[in-house]
């Protein structure tokens, strides 16, 4: 055990005398100050979300950038200076030496992360309780009562961790109808007859694809979302509706405001015994939408039936005839509140360092039998593979030929040996005030961590094990 300190001892004193640590630190904190002020947003939660959202991933960039470099940098040194002769010829085995290492670069990154954290929630906190306080006005009480307004604003919207109830999937075969149906519409109008063997080779390719087709309400019509399997008791709870609505197309350009209005089916039990459910408006009428961005109503209470149901309708009331559509990664969604920000905080601070001990390990197991430039590609190619496949199997993308098919399933192979990054990414969720749930990080760490990292820390240690030291020959 001393010899297991004496190398994490070691190992970080090196970084502190070759200045890395510094370096490090001063970028960090750099980013973590100068991008929040030099993004101009209107609001005090937009200027909140971008704190988090563009601080914590520049942080994230920085240290698995170092943990990449400091792995393989510090494995491969130590052989090809030949420090590492003097220090086997002790009763000190590998295995010891490749784990002092692994940890002493983890303290350096769960030092740093803990300070850009500190530095990242203490801007949060001071845009917070400036929040309202943009204006002067000469009402001091009014300036008081309109802070604190904007404030629990905040408190709902940003700062707090809200889990997530998606609705019900769409059923493939009626989907597949309605959308054909559609589509075979607005092909007539356009003076176009398609064959009946069109038709069926077009709804069979929307039924394949149903998931990844955006939902579309016409101008002067309504969609009828369901939830289900909510619990009792959040019918005491006022549920959050999430929503992004799209006009004309799926782009954040040309966007512009249209007229939507929300309804939920609450539920009546009768002088009979039996359940009813009765239309109820959200707002007084149609509401303008800037559509594009994310909107957020908050529902009335007792919405939720005997059989947990939630029952949300929107309707279009574009006086200009444009056609609505919602992506079903946008919602709409309910969202509960459960934890405070703070605890939210913490869990992608979790997520966060499970990341950099993982990345960090694959650069020690690959810097141990390999030389630095080698082991850096070695990692940085595994990494890619792990990002491209990601992408190729992600909902969006959308498959239409033989060759696109043949891809994914080489993706979705792919994906059972390589560790995608962007499953580590939750600065959307925390920026969003969306719960990251423990089954999440746990998810995380045993089908990456432990079921793929751990093999290849095994692997590299293994080598390292094995490798001649004597072999390592300075030109």
Not at 85 to 102: A, D, E, N
Request: hydrophobic fraction near 45%; charged fraction near 20%; proline fraction near 4%.
């Amino acid at each position: 055990m001393k010899a297991f300190k004496a190398i994490i001892a070691l190992t970080f004193r090196n970084a502190v005398r070759s200045h890395i640590f510094q370096l490090l630190l001063i970028l960090l904190l750099l980013c973590v100050t100068v991008i929040p002020v030099s993004v101009s947003v209107g609001k005090t939660d937009d200027l909140i979300r971008v704190s988090l959202l563009y601080s914590l991933w520049t942080v994230s960039i920085i240290l698995t950038l170092s943990s990449l470099w400091l792995g393989c940098y510090i494995m491969s040194h130590d052989i090809d200076s030949y420090q590492i002769h003097m220090v086997v010829t002790k009763p000190v085995s590998r295995i010891t030496l490749w784990l002092g290492k692994w940890v002493g670069i983890n303290l350096i990154n769960f030092i740093l992360l803990l300070l850009s954290g500190l530095v990242i929630y203490s801007v949060v906190m001071i845009r917070y309780n400036n929040a309202g306080k943009e204006n002067i006005l000469a009402d001091r009480e009014l300036a008081r009562t309109n802070s604190q307004i904007e404030k629990e604003r905040i408190r709902s919207q940003v700062l707090v961790g809200r889990r997530s109830y998606m609705p019900k999937a769409r059923d493939p075969e009626k989907a597949a109808d309605f959308a054909t149906q559609r589509r075979v519409a607005e092909l007539r109008k356009e003076g176009k007859q398609p064959t009946d063997a069109e038709i069926l080779k077009m709804r069979n390719e929307l039924r394949d694809q149903i998931d990844k087709l955006p939902i579309e309400v016409p101008a002067g019509s309504g969609y009828r979302w369901v939830f289900e399997d909510l619990p009792e008791e959040l019918n005491n709870v006022a549920l959050t509706l999430r929503y992004r609505p799209y006009l004309g197309k799926i782009a954040t350009e040309d966007q512009r405001e249209s007229n939507i209005q929300w309804a939920v089916y609450v539920p009546h039990k009768g002088q009979d015994g039996s359940y009813g459910l009765y239309p109820t408006a959200v707002t007084n009428g149609a509401e303008l939408h800037f559509t594009g961005v994310f909107h957020e109503k908050t529902l009335p209470k007792n919405i939720i039936n005997d059989k947990g149901m939630v029952l949300v309708e929107t309707f279009n009331f574009d006086r200009a005839g444009g056609k609505h559509y919602y992506q079903t990664a946008d919602g709409p969604k309910l969202l509960i509140p459960v934890c405070s920000f703070e605890m939210n905080y913490l869990r992608a601070l979790l997520v966060m360092m499970m990341q950099l001990m993982l990345l960090s390990g694959l650069a020690c197991a690959f810097g141990a039998f390999l030389t630095m430039p080698t082991a850096v590609f070695m990692v940085a190619s595994y990494l890619l593979f792990g990002a491209l496949a990601m992408t190729l199997t992600d909902s969006s993308f959308f498959v239409s030929s033989v060759w696109d098919h043949a891809g994914q399933f080489l993706a979705q192979a792919l994906l059972l040996v390589v560790i995608p990054l962007q499953r580590f990414d939750v600065t959307d969720l925390l920026s969003g005030g969306d719960l990251i749930e423990f089954s999440f990080i746990g998810e995380l760490f045993v089908n990456y961590f432990l079921l793929r990292g751990v093999p290849l820390f095994i692997f590299g240690i293994w080598l390292y094990c094995r490798r001649e030291l004597g072999a390592a020959v300075r030109k």
